[in-house]
């Protein structure tokens, strides 16, 4: 059975950081695509960031490029958003999900965890 957790989140400065973790079972992990996904109220879900399944390749949208740093350890089945320089406009519940092909840039997948909420407000 698959299961995502989601954790880190909470309420940052702009300006501030925070590191997101998501925390699998239930699947190979270390055969599988990762990715970081937000969706915020009156938006669309978006898809922030991606890893393939060895962490030799990763993506980013434009939104996010050159602030967000994705990164997974097998070992521990858990991938990672780091989030430097944080903005208002970053405000989400964050959610990873999973991919043997490669993560869909759609918010297309049946399952979801609980997801981390990340409020970045003064």
């Known amino acids: 059975q698959v299961q995502l957790v989601e954790s880190g989140g909470g309420l940052v400065q702009p300006g501030g950081s925070l590191r997101l973790s998501c925390a699998a079972s239930?699947?190979?992990?270390?055969?599988?695509?990762m990715g970081w996904y937000r969706q915020a109220p009156g938006k669309e879900c978006e898809l922030v960031a991606a890893?393939?399944?060895?962490?030799?390749?990763?993506n980013y949208a434009d939104s996010v490029k050159g602030r967000f740093t994705i990164s997974r350890d097998n070992a521990k089945n858990t991938v990672y958003l780091q989030m430097n320089s944080l903005k208002p406009e970053d405000t989400a519940v964050y959610y990873c999900?999973?991919?043997?092909?490669?993560?869909?840039?759609?918010?297309?997948?049946?399952?979801w965890g609980q997801g981390t909420q990340v409020t970045v407000s003064s």
């Open positions: 890893i393939t399944s060895a962490g030799g390749s990763t």
């Open positions: 999900n999973a991919d043997p092909l490669g993560v869909q840039a759609m918010c297309s997948y049946d399952y």
């Open positions: 239930g699947f190979t992990f270390s055969s599988y695509a």
